[in-house]
């Protein structure tokens, strides 16, 4: 079976990718097919905005899609970034601007920074949704570290280790990750469809 990932980020395809590897799905994504739409996320929730994205691509291949909303939330921040982390510094702003803005917001307030990585993970096929949630917890740091991984891996530490979700080689992330959980546990409810 194909399945449409909803996403035009090389990282996440990747990722995405790996944990269906050795199964019968195949996974495509935005990026694959050479289709750069802009989905307008306007919902208030992961759940909602990935379920955007998911009857958005549906609507346009008729096929069966994967699609995911993620992010990043900060207990001292009240919950933010939240749905607005691939945005938070700015519209069209890079992970680069991002990351400083958290580390601004931040360093005025005592540590540990607490913080979760969220992911919610939904399949579409135009009469199927399903959808899952993955949670990864850490702390946020004040410098970024590695050179893996993209987003705020630089600056978040997942609980029982030491180094930045970045410093972790590809695989090892793909083990312990928020969109890893929640695609797996979405991998797992498909086959019993």
């Known amino acids: 079976m194909k399945l449409i990932f909803a996403t035009q980020n090389i990282g996440k395809a990747k990722e995405v990718k790996a944990i269906f590897a050795?199964?019968?799905?195949?996974?495509?994504?935005?990026?694959?097919?050479?289709?750069?739409?802009?989905?307008?996320?306007?919902?208030?929730?992961f759940s909602e905005n990935a379920f955007i994205k998911a009857k958005t691509v549906y609507d346009i291949y008729r096929e069966p899609v994967l699609a995911d909303d993620s992010g990043l939330s900060i207990d001292q921040l009240d919950g933010r970034p939240g749905v607005y982390s691939a945005r938070y510094a700015a519209e069209n702003c890079t992970y680069e601007d991002n990351n400083l803005k958290v580390i601004n917001e931040l360093k005025e307030l005592p540590e540990p920074h607490k913080a979760k990585f969220i992911s919610c993970a939904v399949f579409y096929d135009g009469k199927n949704k399903i959808e899952t949630f993955g949670e990864l917890h850490?702390?946020?740091?004040?410098?970024?570290?590695?050179?893996?991984?993209?987003g705020y891996d630089p600056i978040f530490?997942?609980?029982?280790?030491?180094?930045?979700?970045?410093?972790?080689?590809?695989?090892?992330?793909?083990?312990?990750?928020?969109?890893?959980?929640?695609f797996n546990l979405l991998k797992e409810k498909l086959f019993d469809l």
């Open 22 to 45: 050795n199964t019968s799905i195949e996974i495509v994504s935005l990026y694959d097919l050479g289709n750069n739409i802009d989905i307008e996320e306007h919902g208030s929730t």
């Open 138 to 150: 850490g702390r946020m740091i004040m410098e970024q570290r590695g050179k893996n991984g993209f």
């Open 157 to 182: 530490i997942p609980d029982g280790y030491e180094k930045t979700i970045s410093e972790f080689e590809f695989e090892e992330k793909n083990r312990i990750s928020h969109r890893a959980m929640s």
